[in-house]
């Protein structure tokens, strides 16, 4: 179930969701995958052998024998971090009883991620009968499992957590939940695919996190050691996403409509209107867009972050060419101003330069040049101008200006993230995920630039389509009406 941003509250600056308002989000030590899996695997490994009721049933009795011969006394809950800590002599009372259950050796795989702290049960447990790979194996397939909160195998052992309570009675159900003691009782036998289940495995796992809140401690230095001796025996498992390039966009044939279209309007300027403003600066802005149009298709980009940057400009350009024709009526000579905004920028850029005169060569900026683009604005008559009018401080306005908000919520501000660097586009491009669940499922910077990126053809041909209409109304084009 997906939450609506509405019903997000906006705090200080960040989303926090309505669901982690109501409780507070678990901390690292106490949740189920970093703290409790590693906590309670060795009921796991029991369980995730042969016969379901039949494994939960030796789960029960080694519980139970625990509390009867152990007690409570010397061993609060049954965690892994509470078995390390029994002396000798309970030790050994802890292994009789699994050699009694005949699960000694579903237990061993554990030593692999024992130190020599824990000699004591590591020897007990016999690993050696095991090769490391077999051990490591035995784990894996474990945790994968056991990651998941919700799962069979994590309901089951959060079950045996509520029944060694229930043992311990610290477990209190008023006698009106008659049928939750019932459901509880009944659990072990029924079916996994049993309708009653699907009212019992919630049961459990809220039963399993109230006690949690009032009885589970870990020793986070035996978390830590934990993962960190697992992570070393296993191997990354890289995975990525693969995502397909959207085979029904043609962008070659569009290439070749734009270029028909600006052809009619570039002889129309060479032949005709040698000085339209108007038409030369909406030609160019589209011009600019068909030559980041040519740079996606020449160098294959649709799957790439420089395909975002692509879309970003194509959005951008077609926005303000709606926006300068929207305002044109507001001002004395609109296509003038904007080139002015424009070059504005270039010269504030050289002024700076010429002032500071630091060390440039070899860089891609050439000086010299910008100030020879600015001196052919310069030399004419400079009017008086707002040309903070196209500044980038009220983009989003502009947007809604023309109509075009989606463009913005949707997609521009998507793409804005990949040309910022932030996070989300960092994650999404260049970090690989491990699948190995003793690793946590950490990160892993994709130096090999093996993910690619969903396909950018469908965003960039809607965007010039639309843009060559606006300029069709403008300037009808024959060639559109073939
Ligand atoms: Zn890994």
Same mark, same amino acid.
């Given at each position: 179930m997906h939450s609506k941003l509405s019903d997000h509250k906006f705090n200080k600056g960040v989303f926090k969701s309505g669901f982690s308002q109501l409780i507070t989000a678990l901390g690292k030590e106490e949740d189920w995958v970093h703290s409790k899996s590693p906590e309670y695997i060795w009921l796991a490994l029991i369980l995730n052998e042969e016969e379901r009721t039949k494994q939960l049933e030796k789960c029960m009795y080694i519980l139970k024998e625990m509390e009867d011969k152990i007690s409570s006394k010397n061993l609060a809950s049954p965690t892994l971090s509470g078995i390390l800590s029994l002396n000798s002599k309970n030790l050994d009372i802890f292994i009789n009883i699994l050699n009694e259950a005949d699960v000694l050796g579903l237990i061993s795989p554990i030593s692999v991620v024992l130190s020599s702290e824990n000699e004591g049960l590591r020897k007990r447990l016999k690993g050696?009968?095991?090769? &490391?790979?077999?051990? $490591?194996?035995?784990?894996? %397939? #474990?945790?994968?499992?056991?990651?998941?909160?919700?799962?069979?195998?994590?309901?089951?052992?959060?079950?045996?957590? #509520?029944?060694?309570?229930?043992?311990?009675?610290?477990?209190?159900?008023?006698?009106?939940?008659?049928?939750?003691?019932?459901?509880? $009782?009944?659990?072990?036998?029924?079916?996994?695919?049993?309708?009653?289940?699907?009212? $019992?495995?919630?049961?459990?796992?809220? !039963?399993?996190?109230?006690?949690?809140?009032?009885?589970?401690? !870990?020793?986070?230095?035996?978390?830590?050691?934990?993962?960190?001796? =697992?992570?070393?025996?296993?191997?990354?498992?890289?995975?990525?996403?693969? *995502?397909?390039?959207?085979?029904? =966009?043609?962008? !070659?044939?569009?290439? %070749?409509?734009?270029?028909?279209?600006? /052809?009619?309007?570039?002889?129309?300027?060479?032949? #005709?209107?040698?000085?339209?403003?108007?038409?030369?600066?909406?030609?160019?802005?589209?011009?600019? %867009?068909?030559?980041?149009?040519?740079?996606? #298709?020449?160098?294959?980009?649709?799957?790439?972050?420089?395909?975002?940057?692509? &879309?970003? %400009?194509?959005?951008?350009? *077609?926005?303000?060419? /709606?926006?300068?024709?929207?305002?044109?009526?507001?001002?004395?000579?609109?296509?003038?101003?904007?080139?002015?905004?424009?070059?504005?920028?270039? /010269?504030?850029i050289f002024e700076r330069y010429r002032e500071e005169n630091p060390s440039v060569e070899g860089s891609h900026v050439q000086f010299d040049y910008l100030d020879l683009l600015v001196s052919e604005y310069i030399n004419k008559e400079f009017i008086d101008m707002d040309t903070r009018y196209f500044g980038n401080g009220n983009i989003r306005k502009k947007f809604q200006e023309v109509d075009e908000d989606f463009l913005y919520k949707y997609i521009y501000e998507y793409d804005s993230q990949f040309e910022h660097g932030l996070w989300g586009a960092i994650r999404e491009s260049s970090i690989l995920k491990c699948n190995a669940p003793g690793h946590q499922y950490h990160g892993i910077p994709d130096i090999d630039n093996e993910q690619s990126l969903s396909d950018v053809g469908k965003d960039v041909q809607d965007i010039l389509i639309r843009h060559l209409e606006v300029m069709n109304e403008v300037y009808p084009n024959p060639h559109l009406e073939k």
């Open positions: 050696y009968l095991m090769t &490391v790979d077999e051990r $490591i194996e035995k784990l894996n %397939s #474990v945790l994968e499992n056991l990651v998941d909160h919700q799962s069979q195998l994590s309901t089951d052992v959060r079950y045996l957590i #509520v029944y060694h309570s229930s043992i311990l009675d610290k477990l209190k159900f008023p006698i009106s939940q008659k049928s939750m003691i019932d459901g509880l $009782i009944e659990y072990p036998y029924l079916d996994v695919e049993d309708e009653k289940m699907r009212y $019992i495995r919630p049961m459990i796992r809220s !039963t399993e996190l109230g006690i949690s809140f009032q009885f589970f401690n !870990t020793d986070s230095t035996f978390n830590k050691n934990f993962w960190e001796n =697992i992570a070393k025996y296993m191997n990354c498992e890289m995975f990525l996403l693969r *995502f397909e390039r959207n085979e029904n =966009i043609n962008l !070659t044939e569009l290439k %070749s409509n734009l270029y028909e279209s600006l /052809k009619y309007y570039r002889d129309l300027i060479q032949n #005709v209107e040698q000085n339209n403003t108007k038409l030369l600066v909406l030609t160019s802005i589209l011009t600019y %867009s068909y030559k980041r149009l040519l740079e996606l #298709v020449d160098h294959n980009l649709r799957q790439t972050i420089s395909g975002r940057s692509i &879309v970003r %400009s194509c959005i951008e350009n *077609f926005m303000m060419t /709606k926006y300068l024709l929207k305002n044109e009526g507001q001002h004395k000579d609109i296509w003038e101003e904007f080139q002015y905004y424009g070059i504005g920028n270039y /010269k504030l």
